[in-house]
């Protein structure tokens, strides 16, 4: 029970029904359809509603379009109402029994703390039982958010060449630690089976020289060449232990240099994992940001580069609204597909530090028949392809 909000609870016994998006605050229409819902689902319902936009309407032109429309009942609003009320179901279901606004607060205060902040923010703006003072602060703390969301978004920016340096450096760490452990296995296997074919020789002439011995007692010739096969065996057998001892010292520290690659793939796991986080939290800030090129649908077709980071490099391109087309130029890719990949584009980036000679000075000469803009990076990052993007967009 909240004593304090007995007015609160009489207002809610008073209207059980929730606001629809219509009637809210025209201050709120921008935080919801901002906040809760995404480009996707602002372009669909924009398709549903049978709105005209043009067509290199940027993102911003969508918000500002819906954000206008949502202060009357239309088709447009009815839409939105019924997408939003769908996706936060469980949150409206959640505030269903409440009608105290300390409990709403308290419900606020643990979204902010899980990270459910869409959710919650569309289930409080809505609820019959929500004052204007707690509207407020709402409203007040989501659009401080949106501000240290931008800033959040500026810092990833300046680590992304960080983490692909690191990530450059683990990754020839990675090959010259496995080239050096695979030379050590294989000479070392080269001694074992060196000393192992000798011993075996050396048995076998012993063994022969035993049966002449027992056959001829008597020859002095043949026991003194038998001493000295014995000799020569006991040096060697103990060279053999010497050997072997050696050999284990070295499989210990090929063992520890197993342990230092394991170490060295972790490390480079998690810098792609951190990497991947931070290109998906660009990707949803997008639209507080206007450092992104607007690309405007063009084709833009990337030859070579590392496999791995094809995935973030297709989000960068078409979070700048354009067409991504990859070719490894050849490692797996067939050759012969690389002209059908390069016609009809608009620019192609070949990033030389990750891409065969030949293939670079093919897609060159390529590009140079068609008229087609051609740029070399100095290295396969996401930052050397955004700078890039930036520098064709300036000219």
């Not at 032109?61 to 009320?85: C, E, F, I, P, S």
């Not at 029994?97 to 979204?111: F, I, P, T």
């Not at 090959?175 to 011993?199: G, M, N, W």
């Not at 056959?215 to 050997?243: F, G, I, V």
Request: proline share 3%.
């Amino acid at each position: 029970m909240c004593p304090e909000n007995e007015k609160t609870r009489q207002i809610f016994r008073s209207n059980r029904r929730r606001r629809k998006l219509w009637e809210l605050e025209d201050r709120h229409h921008c935080p919801v359809i901002g906040t809760c819902l995404n480009i996707d689902d602002l372009k669909r319902v924009v398709r549903q509603s049978g709105v005209k936009m043009e067509s290199n309407a940027s993102d911003f032109d969508y918000h500002v379009t819906l954000a206008h429309a949502a202060g009357d009942k239309t088709r447009v609003t009815k839409n939105l109402q019924k997408m939003l009320d769908k996706r936060f179901n469980r949150h409206i279901k959640k505030l269903s029994k409440v009608n105290c606004e300390g409990a709403l607060a308290a419900h606020w205060e643990q979204a902010l703390a899980d990270d459910e902040i869409p959710g919650m923010f569309w289930a409080l703006v809505t609820h019959p039982a929500t004052t204007k003072t707690l509207s407020n602060r709402v409203y007040g703390e989501v659009h401080m958010l949106s501000h240290l969301s931008g800033r959040s978004h500026r810092k990833a920016l300046a680590r992304i060449p960080l983490l692909e340096a690191e990530r450059d450096s683990l990754e020839e760490t990675h090959k010259k630690q496995r080239t050096i452990s695979e030379q050590q296995l294989a000479e070392r296997d080269r001694r074992i089976d060196e000393l192992e074919r000798l011993v075996t020789k050396l048995r076998q002439e012993l063994a022969a020289e035993r049966r002449v011995e027992q056959a001829n007692p008597e020859s002095s010739a043949l026991q003194d060449a038998l001493d000295r096969q014995q000799r020569s065996n006991e040096w060697l057998t103990k060279n053999l232990a010497t050997t072997r001892q050696e050999l284990d010292q070295q499989s210990d520290r090929v063992r520890a240099m197993k342990e230092l690659l394991q170490e060295s793939r972790e490390q480079l796991s998690a810098s792609e994992k951190n990497l991947a986080q931070l290109m998906e939290r660009l990707s949803h800030d997008r639209m507080q940001t206007t450092s992104l090129p607007d690309l405007a649908g063009r084709k833009v077709v990337y030859i070579g580069g590392r496999r791995s980071l094809a995935p973030h490099l297709r989000s960068l391109v078409e979070g700048c609204q354009g067409d991504f087309i990859h070719h490894d130029g050849g490692v797996e890719d067939n050759r012969a597909n690389l002209d059908s990949k390069l016609a009809g584009a608009d620019m192609v980036f070949c990033p030389v530090d990750c891409v065969s000679h030949d293939a670079c000075l093919r897609v060159k000469r390529c590009c140079k028949r068609t008229n087609t803009t051609f740029v070399p990076l100095q290295s396969s990052g996401i930052s050397s392809l955004l700078n890039g993007l930036q520098e064709v967009i300036k000219q």
